[in-house]
T-cell receptor
């Protein structure tokens, strides 16, 4: 039982490049989330998926897209990376929205 | 606008003493509160939670207190241990919501 896994762990992009962050959970949770953590800002919700087939914007969705591929997987895509998207990205899952379980994070640097 | 606030970015405590981490919120509709602990290079892990129908919840060395009239909660760790050194995030949510609102975190250092 791996819980929530994220790939890659680290990534460096040039401005304008695109990439997809992958997230998978093996706990059969309905809800999945993407957060970003920046110094002095706590964790801010980018997008979430309450159930398979649905996605909704969170607090800071601009510049990102998501795909809930199936119940296990929830990916986050940066179409044209910007330096402001340098951050640590966390994926989380939850059976009912409370008590979320987090992955180890992806540290992204955009130069 | 930050709905959940942790006004102390850092706290240092001697081993064996009590650590008190504070959190304030502005949305009176929040009805469930959580504390997460985060070590470097790891994701946050759930520590303890409290429903708004209670004013205290205890789990071993960790106790969370909720003061709804003051919109304030606190996490008490007694006795503090060096392994408790981490960043602690307070989070809140409300019925029917699918997301958590996080504070900015407090870095706790327990000095041996």
């Amino acid at each position: 039982n791996a819980g929530v896994t994220q790939t890659p762990k680290f990534q460096v992009l040039k401005t304008g490049q695109s990439m997809t962050l992958q997230c998978a959970q093996d706990m059969n949770h309905n809800s999945m989330y993407w957060y970003r953590q920046d110094p002095g800002m706590g964790l801010r919700l980018i997008y979430y998926s309450a159930s398979e087939g649905t996605t909704d914007k969170g607090e800071v969705p601009n510049g990102y897209n998501v795909s809930r591929l199936n119940k296990r997987e929830f990916s986050l895509r940066l179409e044209s990376a910007a330096p402001s998207q340098t951050s640590v990205y966390f994926c989380a899952s939850s059976p009912r929205g409370r008590g979320q379980y987090f992955g180890p994070g992806t540290r992204l640097t955009v130069t | 606008d930050q709905q959940v606030k942790q006004n102390s970015p850092s706290l240092s405590v001697q081993e064996g003493r009590i650590s008190i981490l504070n959190c304030d919120y502005t949305n009176s509709m929040f009805d469930y509160f959580l504390w997460y602990k985060k070590y470097p290079a790891e994701g946050p892990t759930f520590l303890i939670s409290i429903s708004s129908i209670k004013d205290k919840n205890e789990d071993g060395r960790f106790t969370v207190f909720l003061n709804k009239s003051a919109k304030h909660l606190s996490l008490h760790i007694v006795p503090s241990q060096p392994g408790d050194s981490a960043v602690y995030f307070c989070a809140a949510t409300l019925s029917g919501a699918n997301n958590l609102f996080f504070g900015t975190g407090t870095r706790l250092t327990v000095i041996p």
